[in-house]
């Protein structure tokens, strides 16, 4: 391979380790490795940590490895913006990686691939690595298809792109009517994304990627997804921030498959297909999400929808 990879590590040595097996054969050039800190509070924590650095460095192949280690602990959403914005300050463009994601070698291939092919296309911002809707695609024969939904859970992109990420929504609420505007006819959509824009806004939700999907979305970037998921998020536990628990049912749906090479490029730029397949198995866009995003921007709705469910009881 030939993409430097940004590695994204916290305080779980077993997946750190899996991953880093992946790496192992895969050998990049170059490893970045970004770790935060500790958070005092929790016990064996600062343990864990160390443990997990000196796996994620643990290289023994020829390899320029470079660290990020935090002593504090600066939580999702400004650890991993931080980590990315010091990896793009190195590097034009590259490979990101969590934890808790696990590449096939044919990720590796499928980005080294995709960086060159779109480096140079300001309509492209990313390359996802986890294809939620595989199994319902068309059988076309492109192996990638393109959405305006970034899926990071093993993704690459370049310095030029990731310009436009914003993590303290500067500009936020002013550019939501252009926001929401870019969903056309899609907004319900549009009311989830605002919802969670929203909550990241008000301090409520501590993460960084709705606020890529906004940088995207604003300076119309799409997401190049391959025809089949080349990750496995192995990160649904009890040790997760946000995936805790069972992981949802389009997750376990897609398990990794082969791509074939060389890649076959898709007929044209259409994003139709993904973003309504994504919205339909991935986001669940239905009935009972516009109900929920409807009580969250009027609480008031609440009492009585209680009431009517228990009348009709």
Not at 240 to 245: D, E, L, N, P, R
Not at 266 to 293: C, I, K, N, V, Y
Request: proline share 8%.
């Amino acid at each position: 391979m030939r993409s430097p990879v940004l590695l994204i590590v916290f305080n779980r040595p077993e997946k750190t380790a899996a991953v880093m097996e992946r790496l192992r054969a895969a050998r990049p050039p170059k490893l970045y490795v970004a770790a935060d800190g500790p958070r005092p509070s929790r016990a064996g924590e600062a343990e864990r940590c160390a443990a997990v650095r000196s796996i994620a460095t643990g290289v023994d192949w020829p390899c320029d490895v470079h660290t990020l280690f935090r002593d504090a602990n600066l939580g999702c959403k400004h650890g991993v913006a931080g980590a990315i914005d010091w990896f793009f300050a190195h590097e034009p463009e590259g490979i990101i990686l969590e934890d808790d994601i696990l590449p096939t070698p044919d990720f590796f291939a499928f980005c080294d691939d995709q960086l060159e092919r779109h480096r140079d296309d300001p309509q492209v911002g990313m390359i996802g690595g986890i294809n939620l809707v595989a199994s319902h695609l068309p059988a076309d024969g492109a192996s990638w298809g393109y959405t305006g939904y970034p899926q990071i859970w093993g993704w690459a992109s370049w310095r030029r792109a990731w310009a436009h990420f914003d993590v303290a929504l500067s500009n936020w609420p002013a550019v939501l009517p252009a926001f929401r505007a870019g969903f056309g006819r899609r907004q319900l959509a549009a009311d989830m994304f605002i919802d969670r824009l929203g909550q990241v806004a008000s301090g409520s939700l501590d993460t960084w990627d709705y606020q890529w999907v906004l940088a995207c979305r604003l300076a119309g970037m799409s997401c190049v997804l391959p025809s089949v998921s080349l990750v496995e998020n192995i990160g649904f536990d009890a040790e997760a921030t946000h995936t805790i628990g069972e992981a949802p049912a389009a997750v376990r749906a897609q398990r990794p498959a082969p791509l074939a090479f060389p890649l076959t490029p898709p007929q044209g730029r259409d994003t139709d297909t993904l973003d309504r397949l994504l919205e339909r198995h991935s986001f669940d866009l239905t009935a009972a999400t516009w109900l929920r995003l409807q009580i969250r921007k009027r609480p008031w709705l609440a009492r009585p929808l209680k009431r009517l469910r228990a009348a009709m009881a």
